[in-house]
């Protein structure tokens, strides 16, 4: 399956994650191979990469971890091939992955020492020294069950968020699919036919006909209205910009066409749909 990354988005909310938990996250290809987004691996790990062996095992650990996800599509919890504490989770459906999403390494609650006798038993491969890989083995940190808990819940939230922004997506995507991609992804943007067409390579006729498709009979230009008048709506009841600005930040720089747009649409002016919305709250500016 040919998969679309958007690395630099992927790579800076793996980046983060680290940051602000200290648990390293990472994804995944569909195979299992890793698609190089993070660089933080624990010091153990990086000494095991470095080694050409070392290298192929963890390889062959990560394909053998997705061939074996036996989850009903939250995370599966097991060690890797030197013992060491990781869980798994199909991105987006089980039966269909895109990727895979992975954290760890870390060590669960278990007695220290019985972890790194699990990990010695299996480093009779090891051509190093054992002692340096034994101290870089301390360097982990170890989880209760509560906090792994709380951290899977977390990623599992974030792996929704990865597929509602089209983070990770399929190449073979329907003509369908990829027009409604593209105008949730650009409908604050100037838009026309003829822009749409040559970003997405459709004919204006097919172009129009999916339009209508996917609006349940209307127009090209409707669908982008609705588009931005869901988003304003949002922008309305969750925050206190002025309408005009939040006119401009969905693309109608024009305030007294986007009033038109948005009662077309919702039925209401934006300022009466705010009142209706939010009666608790207090004055909000209009323009």
Known sequence: MNTLFDEKRLSRLIANLDI????????????????RLFSGHPPFCRAV???????????????????????????????????????????????????????????????????????????DWWPGDVEELHRAFLQFRQYT???????AETLESLA?????????????????????????????????????????HIGRTKLCAL???LSGGHTLSWLIAQRRIEAAKRLLIQSGMPVSAVAEAVGIS??????????SVAGVTPSQFRKNARPAAGPLPDR
Request: with cysteine.
């Open 20 to 35: 602000l938990t200290g648990v390293p996250a990472n994804i995944l290809d569909v195979t299992g191979r890793d698609i």
């Open 49 to 123: 990469n470095a080694c050409p062996e070392g290298h192929q095992r963890c390889v062959a650990c990560d394909a053998w971890k997705v061939g074996s996800y036996r989850g009903d599509g939250g995370f599966q919890y097991y060690r890797c091939h030197l013992g060491i504490c990781e869980a798994l989770m199909p991105l987006y459906s089980k039966d269909q992955p895109l990727a895979w999403l992975v954290f760890g390494c870390y060590l669960d609650e278990s007695p220290l020492e019985e972890q790194w006798a699990r990990t010695l038993v299996r480093l």
């Open 145 to 151: 069950g509560e906090e792994l808990r709380a951290y």
């Open 160 to 200: 929704a968020y990865i597929r509602l922004e089209g983070m990770i997506q399929s190449a073979e995507q329907s003509d369908l699919q990829r027009l409604e991609r593209y105008l949730d992804q650009h409908y604050m943007e100037k838009l026309s036919l003829a822009q749409l067409s040559r970003q997405l």
């Open 211 to 213: 339009a209508k498709e």
């Open 254 to 263: 024009d305030y007294n066409y986007f009033s038109k747009v948005f009662r």
